[in-house]
């Protein structure tokens, strides 16, 4: 009955609809688009941050009211290159790495 062999072919395709630059700028638009997206909400305001934490480092000064990534309050007694001496309480001073100085205290706030 069906003795020979069908095969499923498309149209042929036509001049003009080659499926080149156009057809691959379309397909990496949506990920160009999600990099820009991130690019603004997160990248640029995380780098913000960071340089001006690293501002604030450079800025401590001795009698500067400060706040630690633990949550100690102190006063930085001395600045040197990598650390910073924090005076907590009468006789008792902490020496940390700059970088563990999450904030500086505006003078007028109180304990």
């Known amino acids: 009955m069906f003795t020979g062999i ?4 498309g149209p042929a395709p036509q001049a003009g609809q080659g499926g080149g630059a156009g057809s691959m700028l379309t ?19 995380q780098q ?9 480092l450079e800025n401590l000064k001795k009698g500067d009211k400060v706040v630690t990534q633990g949550g100690i309050y102190g006063v930085v ?3 040197g290159g ?7 309480s009468e ?5 940390f790495g700059k970088g563990y100085i999450a904030a500086v205290r505006p ?3 109180e304990e």
């Open 107 to 109: 003078p007028s706030e």
């Open 48 to 56: 913000k941050r960071a340089k001006e934490h690293r501002q604030l």
């Open 27 to 45: 397909s990496l638009l949506p990920l160009i688009l999600i990099f820009v997206i991130f690019y603004f909400l997160l990248i640029r305001p």
């Open 91 to 95: 006789n008792v001073k902490v020496k």
């Open 6 to 9: 069908a095969y499923a072919m």
């Open 77 to 79: 007694e001395s600045v």
């Open 82 to 88: 990598n650390t910073v001496v924090v005076k907590i």
